[in-house]
């Protein structure tokens, strides 16, 4: 006569059952392939043939095909990384071997897979060729524009430029730098940043020249130091400006009354560091020093103690205070004192 089971056994036969299944479906991350199977109860995973990629990374969905019905089971598998994606316009070979590799370095239970790889996949990664003249426009267009400010007509010329390049594969744009402290003008260099999908993937160094030309003043004849300037010593005319790092003057009437402060030989090219105003008074000159308000004027008499141009300030002696202050100069004979 046969013994009834009693309960408590019957329960845990369940138990036992159901660690074993939940063993046989289970992820180290804790995710199960409910419903995952084909009918030979596994996840296939079937190798690809010659596949091409843009990215830098190898993943498991893009070298074979993963047979799951679960659509996440089949898109976490896919994400797997295989391996680094070779130098672009290269290949690299993915076999069964190393995907099954990467899955134990996942921690994927193995025995619910099928892996079929008749042969190895070969991948390939495509890339694009950046060409110089591409290069060239841009950095052309980045010069005119800097350049459009200046009293100056500019030649552009890109004179050193890469050969082609090969970049990933996407959408690709390119940002021309200046170089702190580098001056738009003789040959300098520029940064250019190469993006692929807004992600910087190369620097390129190219080399530019400016040459700049201008209707400037120059000197017709040698000048000796503080010679002034008169109309037949000077003339304006077009002439290269590059090097005129300090400015220049571009009429006749800015230089008309002023002087040199050093010599200068022929055909020298005027700027605002080579010459300074006439003075109309002189160091120990007697002027009429003169301070008013809105309703009170005083005068008194003062001695210079520098030369001095109109508009500029110089050091003057009150003769009856005998104090020292500084006024503007207004002509030969006065200077302006300020309360």
Not at 17 to 36: N, R
Not at 46 to 57: A, H, L, N
Not at 135 to 157: E, Y
Not at 254 to 267: D, E, H
């Amino acid at each position: 006569m046969n013994r009834p089971v009693s309960s408590e056994k019957i329960f845990r036969v369940w138990i036992i059952m159901a660690v074993w299944i939940a063993s046989s479906l289970v992820l180290t991350d804790g995710s199960v392939f409910a419903g995952s199977y084909n009918s030979e109860g596994r996840v296939v995973i079937v190798g690809k043939k010659d596949v091409s990629i843009t990215g830098e990374q190898i993943l498991l969905g893009q070298v074979a095909r993963i047979e799951s019905p679960d659509k996440q089971t089949t898109a976490k598998l896919s994400k797997i990384i295989i391996c680094k994606a070779p130098a672009l316009g290269e290949s690299k070979w993915i076999d069964a071997g190393l995907v099954r590799l990467r899955l134990k370095q996942n921690s994927i239970y193995q025995r619910i897979f099928r892996i079929t790889f008749n042969e190895p996949v070969r991948v390939t990664r495509l890339y694009l060729v950046l060409s110089p003249e591409k290069i060239r426009v841009k950095v052309r267009a980045f010069l005119k524009r800097a350049l459009a400010a200046l009293p100056a007509n500019a030649s552009v010329k890109v004179v050193q430029l890469p050969g082609k390049i090969r970049i990933p594969k996407g959408g690709v744009s390119l940002e021309v730098r200046k170089p702190k402290h580098v001056q738009l003008r003789g040959k300098f260099p520029l940064m250019v940043a190469v993006q692929v999908n807004g992600k910087t993937v190369k620097q390129l160094r190219v080399m530019a020249e400016v040459k700049l030309w201008a209707r400037a003043v120059v000197t017709t004849r040698p000048l000796g130091k503080r010679q002034p300037i008169t109309p037949d010593v000077v003339s304006l005319r077009k002439v290269n400006v590059t090097r005129c790092s300090r400015g220049f003057f571009t009429s006749l009437r800015q230089v008309m009354g002023m002087r040199s402060r050093s010599a200068f030989p022929v055909n020298s090219i005027l700027n605002p560091t080579m010459l300074e105003v006439v003075p109309v008074v002189h160091r120990g000159d007697v002027v009429k020093m003169v301070a008013e308000s809105r309703n009170l004027k005083i005068t008194v008499p003062g001695i210079c103690k520098e030369a001095g141009a109109p508009g500029q300030r110089i050091k003057v002696t009150n003769l009856q205070s005998r104090k020292d202050v500084y006024a503007e100069v207004i002509d030969s004979a006065t200077v302006k004192v300020s309360f």
